[in-house]
C-alpha cells in the first residue's frame, strides 16, 4: 500500500511539472493581444504563437521579443522593426514564414538561424548582422536587402556593400 502512494505521488508530480514546463513554453497571452492591439510588443514572449495573416505592418518587435516557433505563415510586417528579435532555435522550434512580407522591415541583428523563410518578401529590409545560418530562403525576395555582416546561410559573413546578395 505505502508503494502505492508513492507511486501515486510521484505521477501527480511528474503531472505537475509537465504542466508547468509546457506552460513555460507557451506565449504569454496578454502580450499577444497586446500586440495585436497596438502593434506595440518590445522584449514579449510570442514563442509558439500563431501570428498566420495578422496585419503588423509597422509592429515594434524589438528588445529580443521571442518570436521562436512563432508562426508567421503570410503575416504581414513590412516596415516592423524587428532589431535583436529571436526568430531561430530552429532545433527545437520550428519558425514558419513562408510567404510572409516583412519588406522594409528592420532586422538588425536579428537571430534567425533555421527560419524557415521561403518565398518571404525581405525587399529592402535591413538585415545588418542578421544572423541567417541555416535558413530557409528558397524564392525569398531579397531585392535591396542590406546584408553587411550578415551571417548568411552556410554561416559565412556577408561583407560590407553586400545588398541583394551575400558577397563573401
Same mark, same amino acid.
Given at each position: 500500500?505505502?508503494?502505492?502512494?508513492?507511486? #501515486?505521488?510521484?505521477?501527480?508530480?511528474?503531472?505537475? #511539472?509537465?504542466?508547468?514546463?509546457?506552460?513555460?513554453?507557451? #506565449?504569454?497571452?496578454?502580450?499577444?493581444?497586446?500586440?495585436?492591439?497596438?502593434?506595440? $510588443?518590445?522584449? $514579449?514572449?510570442?514563442?509558439?504563437?500563431?501570428?498566420?495573416?495578422?496585419?503588423?505592418?509597422?509592429?515594434?518587435?524589438?528588445?529580443?521579443?521571442?518570436?521562436?516557433?512563432?508562426?508567421?505563415?503570410?503575416?504581414?510586417?513590412?516596415?516592423?522593426?524587428?532589431?535583436?528579435?529571436?526568430?531561430?532555435?530552429?532545433?527545437?522550434?520550428?519558425?514558419?514564414?513562408?510567404?510572409?512580407?516583412?519588406?522594409?522591415?528592420?532586422?538588425?541583428?536579428?537571430?534567425?538561424?533555421?527560419?524557415?523563410?521561403?518565398?518571404?518578401?525581405?525587399?529592402?529590409?535591413?538585415?545588418?548582422?542578421?544572423?541567417?545560418?541555416?535558413?530557409?530562403?528558397?524564392?525569398?525576395?531579397?531585392?535591396?536587402?542590406?546584408?553587411?555582416?550578415?551571417?548568411?546561410?552556410?554561416?559565412?559573413? $556577408?561583407?560590407?556593400?553586400?545588398?541583394?546578395?551575400?558577397?563573401?
Amino acid at each position: 500500500m505505502k508503494g502505492l502512494k508513492v507511486l #501515486f505521488g510521484l505521477i501527480v508530480a511528474v503531472a505537475g #511539472f509537465s504542466v508547468l514546463a509546457a506552460q513555460a513554453w507557451a #506565449f504569454n497571452a496578454e502580450q499577444l493581444a497586446k500586440l495585436k492591439l497596438t502593434k506595440q $510588443c518590445q522584449g $514579449c514572449d510570442l514563442t509558439d504563437a500563431d501570428l498566420s495573416d495578422a496585419r503588423l505592418q509597422g509592429a515594434d518587435l524589438t528588445g529580443q521579443t521571442d518570436l521562436s516557433g512563432a508562426k508567421l505563415n503570410r503575416t504581414y510586417l513590412s516596415n516592423a522593426r524587428l532589431n535583436n528579435a529571436l526568430l531561430n532555435y530552429a532545433e527545437m522550434y520550428d519558425v514558419h514564414m513562408s510567404g510572409a512580407d516583412l519588406s522594409n522591415a528592420v532586422l538588425q541583428s536579428a537571430k534567425m538561424s533555421g527560419a524557415d523563410l521561403k518565398s518571404a518578401k525581405l525587399n529592402n529590409a535591413d538585415l545588418y548582422r542578421a544572423n541567417l545560418s541555416g535558413a530557409k530562403l528558397d524564392n525569398a525576395d531579397l531585392t535591396g536587402a542590406l546584408l553587411d555582416g550578415a551571417t548568411w546561410t552556410d554561416g559565412s559573413k $556577408c561583407k560590407d556593400g553586400s545588398v541583394g546578395k551575400c558577397i563573401k
